[in-house]
């Protein structure tokens, strides 16, 4: 029998995701949970598994289509009630087709990605709740917004201050099969709708007549010659390009979704920026001290993991910092952990991964969990719900050799630390000038939240803490 699996919600009421590519093709025998595309949702790429065992029989979408939650992807030719064993490809050394297992007697579920898988028919046991009551975030508050980190560090930036950064994965144009209708990508067909134009009355300029973008503003101004122009390099521009001279994006996945947080968290929360410029000679010295020991021997270690330890033990004397604001309720919400966001940047967006209960996580502890979110943000691995549920952010200017900036604040949450580059410059120190490690540290809080009094003393603990880590005895 015939079954269809439709695109479901991979991320807490996501309306729509891109396949990016195919890992199995028509005929091809998949067991159950086998990983068979991979998906770009607004927060993440996912790997999507098979909610059946049996054979491929359509691929209803191509790589480079964005299809909405809820529409039939790929068709699975499957083992019907009764037992019978759906059709697969013979064996090549004569034998008989590998049996599969049967599919799971209901359709695969709509919210989150995994297959359903029979067992004893008692309901699933809830997760057991951590350090008290957790509260959800709302899909817009979700999506990371903040200042960018890269791996290469400028050559002026004098100390390597640790950063993530995630491979690219490029789409392929849709080519289409029939010839009746006109040769276009998703994106331009989707373009071409909402402007109302039709494509059959557009002349493609692009390769074998593609229809482009270009082609159907150029349609709309009346004169289709000029994109087939534009594509041409101007005599009088050196060193111009065959091809475009310009290149157009489009604006989709977790760069849509983050740009449209952005604007909310821009025009939705008072934001409020602090500095201050500290000595961190004391925490580079702890840290190549800390390098040097047994324990730490093994592990990277950067001013990002000293930074991130800072805040949160400095969140335990101004709980203010870790709290989210409820419009609906007309309330403040205290949240009793802390789940730490590490901004990272990806050729597809800024996206901040958090640490779950990264309060209650070693100076050791913590430094594995940042090299584990460093290399699954390097292989392109982060879920949705690495990206969801983050309480307080921290972002890492320094690694572009920028002194100080304003971040902008991940919705939902009520403050950013942004770390500048710590850079050996004249100091005064015990009443002489002398040369020191200095670095700057922006703190942006929504003011809504967070009391003026409440913020500074967040930063001076977090400047305390780096300027002289034996302030740590003090405060807790």
């Known amino acids: 029998m015939i079954k269809e699996f439709r695109l479901p919600d991979l991320g807490e009421g996501l309306t729509e995701s891109e396949i990016l590519s195919w890992k199995v093709g028509v005929g091809d025998t998949v067991s159950l949970n086998q990983v068979i595309a991979e998906v770009e949702t607004a927060k993440a790429v996912v790997e999507l598994p098979s909610p059946f065992a049996g054979v491929i029989k359509e691929l209803h979408e191509q790589p480079g289509t964005i299809v909405e939650v809820g529409k039939p992807i790929v068709s699975f030719e499957v083992a019907d009630d009764a037992g019978t ?9 004569g034998g008989a087709g590998a049996t599969v297992r049967e599919a799971p007697k209901r359709e695969p579920n709509l919210v989150g990605y995994g297959a359903v898988v029979e067992s004893s028919g008692r309901p699933a046991r809830r997760p057991r709740a951590l350090a008290g009551e957790r509260v959800q975030t709302k899909p817009a508050e979700a999506a990371p917004v903040v200042e960018s980190l890269e791996t290469k560090p400028l050559e002026t930036k004098p100390v390597d201050t640790g950063s993530v950064e995630t491979a690219s994965l490029e789409t392929k144009p849709v080519e289409t099969l029939s010839g009746e209708r006109p040769r276009s990508t998703p994106p331009v067909r989707k373009l071409a709708k909402d402007l109302g134009v039709d494509l059959a009355e557009v002349a493609g300029t692009g390769p074998s007549g593609l229809i482009t973008r270009e082609d159907v503003q150029a349609y709309l101004r009346g004169t289709p010659a000029e994109a087939a122009a534009a594509r041409q390099p101007a005599p009088d521009v050196p060193g111009a390009r065959t091809g475009e001279r310009e290149t157009r994006t489009p604006v989709k996945g977790v760069r849509k979704f983050t740009a449209a ?136 200017i320094g690694v ?34 002398a040369l020191r490690q200095v670095m700057t540290l922006s703190l942006s809080f929504d003011h809504r939240l967070v009391d003026g009094e409440q913020g500074s003393r967040f930063l001076a603990d977090v400047g305390a803490i780096l300027a002289d880590p034996g302030m740590v005895l003090t405060m807790v």
């Open 85 to 93: 064993s759906p059709s697969v490809p013979a064996d090549t050394s």
């Open 261 to 396: 947080a952005m604007v909310q968290s821009a025009f939705t929360a008072p934001h409020v920026t602090e500095f201050l410029t500290i000595d961190v000679t004391p925490a580079m010295e702890l840290l190549a001290r800390l390098k040097g020991s047994r324990e730490f021997a093994a592990l990277k270690l950067t001013p990002l993991t000293l930074a991130a330890k800072a805040v949160l033990i400095a969140l335990r004397r101004n709980p203010a910092l870790n709290s989210r604001w409820d419009e609906t309720n007309q309330e403040i919400i205290t949240f009793n952990y802390v789940n730490l966001g590490i901004a990272a940047a990806t050729p597809r967006g800024l996206t901040v991964p958090n640490i779950k209960d990264a309060d209650s996580l070693t100076l050791q502890q913590l430094a594995e969990a940042l090299a584990a979110l460093a290399e699954t943000a390097r292989a392109g691995k982060t879920t949705p719900a690495d990206l969801s549920g983050g309480t307080i952010s921290v972002t890492n």
């Open 400 to 433: 572009f050799g920028i002194d100080a900036g304003t971040p902008i604040l991940n919705p939902g949450e009520a403050a950013i630390l942004a770390m500048g580059a710590v850079r050996t410059m004249p100091w005064e120190y015990r009443g002489e000038v």
